[in-house]
């Protein structure tokens, strides 16, 4: 397939490669991993259209507002028709002007329509068969129209005027200088997902994958994730190797962490280095990128001794390695980035990814007739994915895009408060596993790192400032495991 940027970059044309014979001919017609290559960012179509119409059928210049904008792909399939995407972004230094494309059956080209652009076509053929994606479906009380006629445009259509013919509605629409409903240039965010072989940056993967949050139809997302071996945040290298082989980046969201919280009794210097010191090195390089930070923290910088949901301002006093590491991360990134960045605090983190509680206990459960589980630590489960769709939400928040917003911290769980104990029983009665379980008390179960008693978290700052959803904690993890044992 050749790609070629037209007159205004952000239209595309797309030239597939054809393989025939006497039999006939092959085409690939679309590949979505070239075509996001080419055009730089993510579309997700949703919907083929198709359109049959006879010579001289003009239909355009057509456009949605958000939240309905749409993208398009277009071709033809029989006949020949010129289609013309005008450029509607105000600030756009290519505002008011139009590419103009034969599209036949026979070129079998392709034209990609980006968002801030209206959109028509004229049949030139006896009759043509018109194809098209889209990104988003058709909005009635959202659907705008550019005057084809307009003599600031000056599109030459290729066939008289008075051979066109027009809906009624497409005969109405007014002049581009006229028009009340146009767009601001589409902005495209490049933002960068760190830890992408973990449970959250799985789980940002999978939502960004199916589009369940992104709305590209007010502005594109250009998500780059990047695990270990692009960006190894034990080693400063090539933390700085990732960022300087790289175009700028608008967002950081940094999943990536030293997790094993036993080990980290042990592995004290590398702890620090990946949850520390990284950070440390990572809110320089987004400050020096005027880029935006996004950084995951946990409850264990709470010593659990607590009666009551902590909050964001309650002293800190981590009584492990793990949490004393992340700490410190906190401290740095918050001396570094007084704005433009976010610490989001979680807890009991699992996922149909990688290894968790949940899956050791389903492997546990199957594997013995009897376990004992910790029954005097409490705190609050979260879904991987859920958190994953909270992030997602924050940054398409107002308040957060706005500059210079103070650094905060918040805290994000499932709701609900439980032991371990709880928490393995909903486990085995939800996949009708039939594993005795019984209670002990921590001091049955000694382990390397101290653990914090009670880190059950409040997650009120962060539902009044971004309004998100809190999932009770059995919803969720029936949620995740309905992904498990599917």
Same mark, same amino acid.
């Given at each position: 397939?050749?790609? @070629?940027?037209?007159?205004? *970059?952000?239209?595309?044309?797309?030239? *597939?490669?054809?393989?025939?014979?006497?039999?006939?001919?092959?085409?690939?017609?679309?590949?979505?991993?070239?075509?996001?290559? $080419?055009?730089?960012?993510?579309?997700?179509?949703?919907?083929?259209?198709?359109?049959?119409?006879?010579?001289?059928?003009?239909?355009?210049?057509?456009?949605?507002?958000?939240?309905?904008?749409?993208? +398009?792909?277009?071709?033809?399939?029989?006949?020949?028709?010129?289609?013309?995407?005008?450029?509607?972004?105000? #600030?756009?230094? @290519?505002?008011?002007?139009?590419?103009?494309?034969?599209? &036949?059956?026979?070129?079998?080209?392709?034209?990609?329509?980006?968002?801030?652009?209206?959109?028509?076509?004229?049949?030139?053929?006896?009759?043509? &068969?018109?194809?098209?994606?889209?990104?988003?479906? /058709?909005?009635?009380?959202?659907?705008?129209?550019?005057?084809?006629?307009?003599?600031?445009? $000056?599109?030459?259509?290729?066939?008289?005027?008075?051979?066109?013919?027009?809906?009624?509605?497409?005969?109405?629409? *007014?002049?581009?200088?006229?028009?009340?409903?146009?767009?601001?240039?589409?902005?495209?965010?490049?933002?960068?997902?760190? %830890?992408?072989?973990?449970?959250?940056?799985?789980?940002?993967? +999978?939502?960004?994958? @199916?589009?369940?949050?992104?709305?590209?139809?007010?502005?594109?997302?250009?998500?780059?994730?990047?695990?270990?071996?692009?960006?190894?945040?034990?080693?400063?290298?090539?933390?700085?190797?990732?960022?300087?082989?790289?175009?700028?980046?608008?967002?950081?969201?940094?999943?990536?962490? /030293?997790?094993?919280?036993?080990?980290?009794?042990?592995?004290?210097?590398? $702890?620090?280095?990946?949850?520390?010191?990284? =950070?440390?090195?990572?809110?320089?390089?987004?400050?020096?990128?005027?880029?935006?930070?996004?950084?995951?923290?946990?409850?264990?910088?709470?010593? !659990?001794?607590?009666?009551?949901?902590? &909050?964001?301002?309650?002293?800190?006093?981590?009584?492990?390695?793990? %949490?004393? &590491?992340?700490?410190?991360?906190?401290?740095?990134?918050?001396?570094?980035?007084?704005?433009?960045?976010?610490?989001?605090?979680?807890?009991?983190?699992? #996922?149909?990814?990688?290894?968790?509680?949940?899956?050791?206990?389903?492997?546990?459960?199957?594997?013995?007739?009897?376990?004992? =589980?910790? #029954?005097?630590?409490?705190?609050?489960?979260?879904?991987?994915?859920?958190?994953?769709?909270?992030?997602?939400?924050?940054?398409?928040?107002?308040?957060?895009?706005?500059?210079?917003? $103070? @650094?905060?911290?918040?805290? /994000?769980?499932?709701? !609900?408060?439980?032991?371990?104990?709880?928490?393995?029983?909903?486990?085995?009665?939800?996949?009708?596993?039939?594993?005795?379980?019984? *209670?002990?008390?921590?001091?049955?179960?000694?382990?390397?790192?101290?653990?914090? %008693?009670?880190?059950?978290?409040?997650?009120?700052?962060?539902?009044?400032?971004? %309004?998100?959803?809190? /999932?009770?904690?059995? +919803?969720?993890?029936?949620?995740?495991?309905?992904?498990?044992?599917?």
């Amino acid at each position: 397939m050749k790609f @070629t940027p037209q007159s205004i *970059p952000d239209v595309v044309l797309i030239e *597939p490669t054809v393989h025939g014979d006497n039999r006939g001919y092959f085409a690939e017609t679309f590949r979505q991993d070239l075509f996001e290559e $080419a055009v730089g960012y993510q579309v997700n179509f949703i919907q083929d259209n198709e359109s049959k119409s006879t010579k001289g059928v003009l239909r355009g210049l057509h456009y949605q507002l958000p939240p309905y904008t749409q993208a +398009k792909l277009v071709r033809v399939i029989e006949g020949s028709v010129l289609d013309v995407a005008v450029d509607i972004r105000k #600030s756009s230094p @290519t505002f008011g002007q139009h590419v103009a494309v034969e599209l &036949t059956a026979q070129n079998k080209h392709q034209l990609f329509v980006p968002h801030g652009f209206a959109h028509g076509f004229v049949v030139l053929s006896d009759s043509a &068969t018109f194809v098209y994606k889209v990104d988003n479906y /058709y909005a009635s009380d959202h659907d705008r129209g550019i005057a084809f006629d307009d003599t600031d445009l $000056a599109i030459d259509w290729q066939l008289p005027l008075e051979i066109l013919q027009l809906s009624e509605k497409d005969k109405s629409h *007014p002049t581009l200088a006229n028009a009340k409903d146009l767009f601001e240039q589409s902005i495209i965010m490049r933002i960068l997902v760190t %830890g992408k072989n973990g449970q959250l940056g799985r789980a940002i993967q +999978k939502l960004v994958n @199916t589009d369940t949050k992104i709305d590209n139809n007010q502005s594109s997302y250009e998500f780059i994730f990047v695990g270990r071996d692009e960006l190894n945040l034990s080693n400063k290298s090539s933390i700085d190797n990732c960022f300087n082989n790289n175009d700028k980046f608008d967002i950081i969201i940094n999943c990536a962490a /030293y997790t094993t919280v036993d080990k980290a009794e042990e592995e004290q210097d590398l $702890a620090n280095q990946v949850n520390h010191l990284a =950070v440390k090195r990572l809110a320089q390089i987004a400050k020096n990128q005027q880029a935006k930070l996004i950084h995951i923290s946990t409850d264990y910088v709470f010593d !659990g001794e607590s009666d009551k949901p902590y &909050t964001e301002t309650d002293a800190t006093n981590p009584i492990n390695v793990y %949490g004393k &590491t992340k700490l410190a991360g906190e401290k740095a990134l918050q001396e570094i980035m007084s704005t433009d960045a976010i610490i989001i605090r979680t807890s009991w983190v699992y #996922s149909e990814f990688g290894n968790n509680f949940v899956k050791t206990m389903l492997r546990l459960g199957k594997e013995r007739e009897e376990l004992n =589980v910790v #029954s005097d630590q409490i705190g609050s489960p979260t879904y991987a994915t859920d958190l994953a769709d909270v992030i997602l939400e924050i940054i398409q928040n107002k308040k957060f895009k706005e500059a210079g917003q $103070a @650094t905060h911290i918040y805290h /994000y769980s499932n709701e !609900g408060e439980i032991s371990w104990h709880e928490f393995a029983k909903e486990i085995f009665k939800l996949s009708s596993i039939k594993c005795k379980i019984s *209670p002990i008390k921590t001091n049955q179960y000694p382990t390397p790192a101290k653990r914090p %008693g009670n880190t059950v978290v409040s997650k009120n700052k962060i539902v009044d400032t971004f %309004g998100v959803n809190i /999932y009770e904690w059995k +919803k969720s993890l029936g949620t995740c495991l309905h992904f498990i044992l599917k």
